[in-house]
């Protein structure tokens, strides 16, 4: 069951902020066709909705930020109202649609440890303005708020990516999600008929490349949870989503602390695209390279499942807020680096969302070295 708090019922109306986004709009000569990497020929459309709740499962103590004398009303009254409930899971969704036609295939796009609904902002308008509906969504229990608490960012950190109910709540968000795309395309008065539900993507980096993981089969170890689950070692449960077609995996996790084991990867069953780089350090100190030996550990699926490997790519080079009232930590090579990503992402989600077969080719070395510039000056895709 969900709701909306402001409300006080279960209904489906939701505070709806919409406003068009003219400087991220496709230039009215249009991109040039071969460049995937720019901006499609579709306007977009912002649709705000930062007051759903799930009522079946509560936000977890460590997961409710400390009051503050003079909270910043940044959603309005109604988040600072939902700030220190404690009682339920909220889950702020932000939607990035064309703003006319449909149906669209959905994404539903996953934020790292201490991020917000804005980290992955301008990825999911160039994900939109070609056909596609975006819903980045909120983790309340390890979003800007959380990792801001008390001012203790590292122990923060380290806190949430290890926060049982955080780990295990997170694909939890990305099924509501989903419902409520179903619902919405059936009785709310924007979206009726303009949703595909029948083709479903995740996207996530970091912590949302995990969540990603995780949605698409593969099962988190128990190892690191605080507090401990039962039975406190090897694999938890199967939190697969059937109605998940593929996923993007920015910065996937290896074998090894806070996330997987080597038993974790058998599972996966969706086709899935992991893009990490040489810089790109995994959590706990783990090089670069425990990201890319790991691709070894996913179950061979006929050349679907993907991995691109970045010459000179940092960790956060993999998001991009560019264009949110809410701007990310800078990075390295970012500039360099998103061309690349965006139009992988493109072609991936185009070939298991739109079946566009026409294109898989260029999700290969080959087709993605027009896309290199900069500090990125090699790219690497295997397949399994």
Known sequence: MWRDPTHGAAILACTIMMFCVPAIAADSKGPRADDLSALGPLTVETLEFPNL???????????????RLFPRLRRGRAQAENLSTGKERRIPIKMHIPATGGPYPIIVASHGAGG?????????????????????????????????????????LNKMIRDANEVLGRPKDVSFAIDRAEEWNTSHEK????????????????????????????????????????????????????????????????????FFINESFATLSAPLMGVSGTEDRQQGGLPPANRYKAFSLWPAKQGQHKFVWLANAHHLDFTDSTGAKQQGIRSANRED???????????????YLKADTSVAGNLSTNGLQKYLRGAVDGVEVRSR
């Open 53 to 67: 709740v799930d009522v079946n499962r509560p936000e977890s103590d460590s997961a409710t930020p400390r009051p």
């Open 116 to 156: 917000n609904w804005d980290t992955h902002y301008a990825q999911a308008q160039h994900l939109a303005s070609h056909g596609y509906a975006v819903l980045c969504l909120e983790h309340v229990g390890s979003n800007t708020d959380r990792l801001k608490s008390g001012i203790r960012l590292m122990d923060n």
């Open 191 to 258: 979206l009726r008929g303009r949703l595909n539900v029948r083709h479903v993507g995740v996207m996530g980096h970091s912590f949302g490349a995990y969540t990603t993981m995780v949605i698409c089969g593969m099962r988190p170890a128990l190892d690191w949870m605080e507090p401990p689950v039962a039975p406190g070692k090897g694999l938890g449960p199967d939190q697969r989503d059937a109605r998940v077609s593929c996923g993007v995996a920015l910065s996937p996790q290896g074998a090894d602390e806070p």
């Open 337 to 351: 680096v998103q061309p690349i990503v965006r139009a992988a992402t493109l072609l991936f989600f185009n070939t």
